[in-house]
């Protein structure tokens, strides 16, 4: 059963204990997490990770098996969930364990997906997609977090802030928490302040890169993965700015074949594209035919798969990539 992000309520009148969660947006995901499932719960909590939960399955089975109906709640958290995990999940559903409740966490979930179609169609499971953020819902969550904090900015800061954070709600948490820091010390924040406070790397920020791959030049691109060591983490980052901005850019590039006028496209898009990064993306626009660009982007979804099975070869798998896009 689909139950949409804002409507969980009417999940927990379902009587299920099986949940599944999925989408782009890992911060979403979190917030519903925690409010509907953490709030007030005093019973134990195990987490696990995909490969670790099919690797010690027989163990966990036989805990959830063995525990009494008086042994308090429990709940098992399975993060980075694929079809791997159907065939698991299934024979505990088929057991009826009604005492435990199980939440599944995963990122983009197609409609191929056997995970997601089961429980889609399965009445007494939930599914909960959540998508990224748009202009306007971040821009709620900035200026609530700014009022409540008394803290003051631009139009253009903010506009800055949820740019950089690519509609993932835990990336915009992150860039409101170091403005907040800083004006504890600092009352005047200006849109420098906030540019580099909110700058993804030291050397190169993601953003950097992104336009570089965009640009289609080689000699920065070879530059930034020479000088900056990219944890697997920040490689899920860099895929996501990247998949945000060619999404972006693909849809000026279809705006600008119906009005021949890349100025006004530019200037109309949402999020506003600031006036530092304008003549950047005309050169983007030059640089790619569209159809390319959108093969590409087809081809990103699949990385940001192959990257989270293989987190310790994160880094050559987004540096082949990105280099070798032709």
């Given at each position: 059963?689909?139950?949409?992000?804002?409507?969980?309520?009417?999940?927990?009148?379902?009587?299920?204990?099986?949940?599944?969660?999925?989408?782009?947006?890992?911060?979403?995901?979190?917030?519903?997490?925690?409010?509907?499932?953490?709030?007030?719960?005093?019973?134990?909590?195990?987490?696990?990770?995909?490969?670790?939960?099919?690797?010690?399955?027989?163990?966990?089975?036989?805990?959830?098996?063995?525990?009494?109906?008086?042994?308090?709640?429990?709940?098992?958290?399975?993060?980075?969930?694929?079809?791997?995990?159907?065939?698991?999940?299934?024979?505990?559903?088929?057991?009826?364990?009604?005492?435990?409740?199980?939440?599944?966490?995963?990122?983009?979930?197609?409609?191929?997906?056997?995970?997601?179609?089961?429980?889609?169609?399965?009445?007494?499971?939930?599914?909960?997609?959540?998508?990224?953020?748009?202009?306007?819902?971040?821009?709620?969550?900035?200026?609530?977090?700014?009022?409540?904090?008394?803290?003051?900015?631009?139009?253009?800061?903010?506009?800055?802030?949820?740019?950089?954070?690519?509609?993932?709600?835990?990336?915009?948490?992150?860039?409101?928490?170091?403005?907040?820091?800083?004006?504890?010390?600092?009352?005047?924040?200006?849109?420098?302040?906030?540019?580099?406070?909110?700058?993804?790397?030291?050397?190169?920020?993601?953003?950097?890169?992104?336009?570089?791959?965009?640009?289609?030049?080689?000699?920065?691109?070879?530059?930034?993965?020479?000088?900056?060591?990219?944890?697997?983490?920040?490689?899920?980052?860099?895929?996501?700015?990247?998949?945000?901005?060619?999404k972006r850019l693909i849809n000026i590039m279809e705006l600008n074949n119906i009005t021949n006028n890349i100025d006004k496209v530019i200037t109309s898009i949402k999020p506003p594209i600031f006036w530092k990064e304008k003549e950047s993306v005309k050169k983007q626009v030059s640089s790619w035919n569209l159809e390319?660009?959108?093969?590409?982007?087809?081809?990103?979804?699949?990385?940001?798969?192959?990257?989270?099975?293989?987190?310790?070869?994160?880094?050559?798998?987004?540096?082949?990539?990105?280099?070798?896009?032709?």
């Amino acid at each position: 059963m689909i139950i949409k992000s804002y409507e969980f309520e009417k999940s927990k009148s379902e009587n299920s204990n099986f949940f599944l969660i999925y989408g782009k947006n890992e911060g979403l995901q979190n917030e519903i997490f925690e409010k509907n499932f953490l709030q007030n719960f005093e019973g134990a909590i195990n987490k696990y990770d995909e490969n670790e939960f099919i690797r010690n399955y027989d163990e966990i089975l036989s805990g959830i098996l063995t525990q009494s109906l008086f042994d308090g709640s429990r709940l098992i958290v399975v993060s980075h969930v694929t079809d791997k995990i159907l065939k698991y999940i299934s024979e505990i559903i088929n057991k009826k364990i009604s005492h435990i409740t199980f939440f599944l966490k995963s990122g983009s979930l197609d409609k191929k997906s056997k995970i997601r179609a089961f429980f889609e169609k399965n009445e007494n499971l939930i599914v909960i997609p959540v998508y990224e953020d748009n202009f306007r819902t971040q821009s709620y969550i900035v200026e609530k977090f700014l009022k409540k904090n008394n803290v003051k900015l631009s139009r253009e800061s903010v506009n800055l802030i949820i740019s950089r954070s690519n509609g993932d709600r835990k990336n915009l948490n992150i860039e409101l928490e170091k403005i907040l820091n800083y004006s504890l010390t600092n009352k005047n924040i200006d849109f420098e302040n906030v540019e580099k406070l909110t700058n993804l790397s030291a050397n190169y920020s993601f953003n950097d890169l992104v336009d570089a791959f965009l640009l289609k030049d080689v000699k920065k691109i070879s530059k930034i993965f020479n000088e900056n060591n990219y944890s697997s983490e920040d490689c899920i980052i860099i895929i996501r700015s990247l998949l945000s901005k060619s999404k972006r850019l693909i849809n000026i590039m279809e705006l600008n074949n119906i009005t021949n006028n890349i100025d006004k496209v530019i200037t109309s898009i949402k999020p506003p594209i600031f006036w530092k990064e304008k003549e950047s993306v005309k050169k983007q626009v030059s640089s790619w035919n569209l159809e390319e660009l959108k093969n590409k982007t087809y081809k990103i979804n699949d990385i940001e798969l192959l990257i989270k099975n293989n987190n310790y070869n994160a880094l050559n798998i987004v540096s082949d990539f990105i280099i070798n896009y032709q």
